[in-house]
């Protein structure tokens, strides 16, 4: 508890001019935030940039006074990065698209490889929870969203199994994300480890 206090108080010290508090911060979760992005992107100069800007995000939502975060500072910033993370990936095409869509793919950032025992019980838990979210959508939507992700068919086969065009398989799996994005947002959920 001690630290979330610290983290905040050392926010609030920023907020009123002491370019010294943000610092201490950086300084402070350096690591857990580099290990963070480096388990992701796997490079250093990239990690490195991602940090950069991570910051850069920081300090301007601060400086507009728009953090609230209420001493949760940590899991903000691993967001914030978590984010950028993604935005790099897409701009250099390494994340796996939908065909025929641009939606990202929720399901490429929790599947990772080099998962530990402790990452191994969270993945479990994300995906556990996703299946309950997956539930909440309409049956069409749902249909298509489980043979693309958990039976691995194409847009072709799909079309061949539920007797609908291509195209209105993609704009159900379009759907289906659209709707999986704002149950997790309406409920505040957070599906990163």
């Not at 010290?13 to 201490?24: F, K, M, V, W």
């Not at 402790?118 to 489980?146: A, F, H, S, T, Y």
């Amino acid at each position: 508890m001690e630290l979330q206090i610290a983290d905040s108080l050392l926010i609030q010290n920023y907020i009123n001019g002491d370019e010294r508090a943000l610092e201490t911060l950086i300084r402070r979760h350096n690591q857990r935030l580099s290990s963070f992005i480096y388990s992701k992107v796997n490079d250093r100069e990239i990690t490195e940039d991602i940090f950069q800007d991570t910051f850069i995000k920081v300090i301007r939502t601060l400086k507009k006074g728009r953090y609230n975060e209420e001493g949760k500072f940590l899991p903000w910033v691993m967001r914030i990065a978590h984010n950028l993370i993604i935005d790099h990936f897409r701009k250099n095409r390494r994340l796996p698209y939908f065909e025929g869509s641009n939606t990202f793919d929720i399901f490429s950032v929790i599947h990772d490889e080099k998962l530990n025992i402790e990452k191994q019980l969270i993945k479990e838990q994300i995906d556990e929870d996703l299946v309950l979210l997956i539930e909440e959508l309409p049956k069409d939507q749902r249909d298509v969203l489980v043979m693309r992700m958990y039976k691995d068919m194409s847009f072709k086969e799909i079309s061949e199994n539920t007797g609908v065009s291509i195209n209105t398989a993609l704009g159900r799996m379009r759907y289906a994300l659209i709707n999986l994005r704002k149950i997790i947002e309406d409920n505040n959920i957070v599906l990163t480890n």
